[in-house]
Nanobody, 125 residues
Framework: QVQLVESGGGLVQAGGSLRLSCAAS????????MGWFRQAPGKDRAFVAG???????KSADSVKGRFTISTNNARNTAYLQLNSLKPEDTAVYYC???????????????????WGQGTQVTVSS
């Protein structure tokens, strides 16, 4: 059973940066596909970025060039670096893990079995 805990959210002005962390227990990122999603009020949960061990990371067009996903395997922690933040990036951000490595990095929330509790990111204009 993989457990995920996010941290690092907060309030930031437009153009600012944040780094979100996702600490995993009960599993390692080398054995799951890992994704970051976000959900704004009144909207569906949407894929932000993700990776499967040994493959290139994948990111949504809306965050390409601004958000970067990385991992520290020794700490079993994944990160999402958020740069050049915009008010439309305001959402609750979730990390998630998919145990089906053969699927690759899915952009569908339905394919992820394990979820963290979420961390709020608010970008003011």
């Amino acid at each position: 059973q993989v457990q995920l805990v996010e941290s690092g959210g907060g309030l930031v002005q437009a153009g600012g940066s944040l780094r979100l962390s996702c600490a995993a227990s009960g599993g390692t990122f080398s054995r799951v596909a890992m994704g970051w999603f976000r959900q704004a009020p009144g909207k569906d949960r949407a894929f932000v970025a993700g990776f499967t061990w040994g493959n290139s990371p994948k990111s949504a067009d809306s965050v390409k060039g601004r958000f970067t996903i990385s991992t520290n395997n020794a700490r079993n922690t994944a990160y999402l670096q958020l740069n050049s933040l915009k008010p439309e990036d305001t959402a609750v951000y979730y990390c998630a893990a998919d145990a089906d490595l053969y699927r690759g990095t899915s952009t569908s929330p339905a394919d992820y079995e394990y979820w963290g509790q979420g961390t709020q990111v608010t970008v003011s204009s």
